[in-house]
């Protein structure tokens, strides 16, 4: 692969990477300024046996993963037929 192309590459995985983690962050902000993660129950009603700081982190993770799912996405829809017919196929 051509060094410019691995640049790029990088360059795209950054990018995606920032901006997951800026909407991750806002969700974060958004979602436990009406959550009380001490409140949070499974589906079953059983409380959760987790400490408040593990699951901020797990929510950020969730939340994070997701964003960087959707941008990731983006990025290979936004992709012109070249680029897209370049990428190497998996024989198994």
């Keep these: 692969m051509h060094n410019s192309t691995m640049n790029r590459n990088w360059r795209r995985a950054a ?3 920032w901006a997951s ?3 991750a962050s806002a969700l974060e902000l958004a979602v436990f300024a009406f ?5 949070l129950h499974t589906l079953s009603g059983e409380k959760l046996d ?3 700081t593990a ?3 797990l929510s950020f ?3 994070w993963c997701v964003a960087a799912g959707a941008s990731l996405l983006t990025l290979l829809l936004d ?3 070249k680029e897209i017919n ?3 196929l998996s024989n198994g």
């Design 15 to 17: 990018a995606v990477a």
């Design 21 to 23: 983690f800026l909407v």
């Design 35 to 39: 959550v009380d993660p001490a409140n």
């Design 50 to 52: 987790l400490s408040a």
């Design 55 to 57: 699951i901020y982190s």
């Design 61 to 63: 993770l969730v939340f």
């Design 79 to 81: 992709g012109s037929a």
């Design 86 to 88: 370049v990428l190497p």
